[in-house]
């Protein structure tokens, strides 16, 4: 798997949603902001206006050939952006209309979609990209998922701009879901609906959030990381009502080579497949958020960052569960060794004036934002 200074980030969503509409659109927003964008195609609608229909072979073929062009297609403008003669000023950024596990969404397995897809489709021998989930995750920094005009704006619901789409309403519907359920336990999922706080929002409003999102992703104005943060009182996985993901967490804190800052690498695991990354993080008073700069890297690197360990403190280990509830993306973090017991729900957020609609299904026992004594960093000490 080879890694790449130059972010990528997924828009997606069901059918009918705005986001080739969106896609058009967004480069001149960006290009406004110095950073010049590349624009992946999305793999299965080439193929189907080139005049192959799904139909025309078996639907595991189908996808195992749409994920191989997919990653052709990312890891092409991917090196065609890497070695660009642009303005030494300008940034990059990969949009990718729909990524590699959008194709989950169109496999029907008891065992999970997901979990199919990796073992029948990704690491197929012949036809796969060699590349489990949790490494397909890794590809992208954000995932932003344009909700269907089938649920919320259904007046606006149509096949004529599209030759590629032929879905019914409430197949729209559920694909969109779907679609969805694919991106569970990527870290980083927006989830743009055509109704906030109950109320019908306008086309124009719905591309405003998806831009913002998207600077969100980019570090615009600047890279701050905003959470809600709530203790829970017990939790089991079971009472989740809607589909969920479980990663597998390690967490290591470092000793910092820069003043002021809050370093660590981590360890993300998915049915036997890893990821890793590296985080800095420090205080920013004035928001009331965090500045966080996080990349992949290589196990390689991994190994050689953990070499700085910081020995006063323990690796933090963890079961995080992530799903997404109206619309909302939550985690719960469930952990392990030395604090077994201890429940902790996180929402990432664009802006503080975001508003949160808890999960009711969750015994929350309080708000923990900002109290240090529930920060990973703290709980990592060796008392």
């Not at 929402?347 to 929350?364: A, V």
Request: net charge negative; hydrophobic share 35%.
């Amino acid at each position: 798997m080879s890694y790449s200074d130059i972010p990528k980030i997924v828009i997606t969503g069901g059918p009918c949603s705005g986001k080739t509409t969106f896609l058009s659109q967004i480069g001149e927003d960006l290009l406004s902001k110095g950073i010049h964008p590349f624009f992946v195609p999305e793999a299965a609608t080439m193929v189907i206006q080139g005049g192959v229909s799904p139909s025309l072979v078996s639907p595991p073929f189908f996808q195992r050939k749409i994920a191989q062009l997919q990653k052709y297609n990312e890891d092409f403008f991917n090196s065609l952006a890497e070695h660009s003669n642009l303005e030494k000023d300008l940034r990059k950024v990969i949009l990718c209309d729909r990524g590699v596990l959008d194709g989950a969404a169109y496999v029907n397995s008891i065992e999970g979609s997901l979990v199919y897809f990796q073992r029948s489709i990704l690491l197929d021998e012949i036809h796969g990209i060699g590349l489990g989930v949790e490494e397909v995750r890794a590809r992208y920094e954000g995932v932003i998922h344009l909700t269907t005009a089938a649920n919320g704006a259904e007046e606006f619901y149509t096949l004529a701009n599209n030759s590629a789409r032929t879905e019914t309403l409430e197949e729209a519907r559920i694909l969109d879901e779907k679609i969805k359920e694919a991106w569970l336990g990527h870290g980083h999922i927006s989830v743009v609906s055509n109704i906030q706080d109950g109320e019908s929002i306008s086309f124009e409003e719905k591309k405003r959030i998806a831009r913002e999102k998207i600077f969100s992703i980019l570090g615009i104005p600047v890279p701050i990381e905003i959470e809600d943060k709530y203790i829970l009182r017990d939790f089991d996985p079971g009472i989740i009502p809607v589909s969920y993901q479980k990663i597998g967490i390690s967490q290591t804190y470092l000793n910092p080579v820069d003043f002021g800052w809050e370093e660590r690498v981590r360890e993300r695991s998915w049915h036997g497949y890893r990821s890793y990354y590296h985080t800095k993080k420090r205080k920013d008073s004035r928001s009331g958020g965090r500045f966080e700069v996080e990349r992949t890297v290589s196990l390689k690197e991994y190994l050689n960052l953990l070499e700085r360990s910081d020995p006063s403190r323990d690796a933090i280990l963890k079961d995080r569960y992530c799903f997404l509830f109206g619309d909302q993306y939550f985690e719960v973090d469930q952990m392990l060794g030395r604090h077994l017991g201890k429940y902790y729900l996180e929402r990432e957020k664009t802006s503080i004036n975001e508003s949160t609609q808890l999960p009711d299904f969750l015994h929350i026992e309080r708000q923990v934002t900002g109290d240090p004594l529930h920060s990973m960093g703290h709980l990592s000490l060796i008392n």
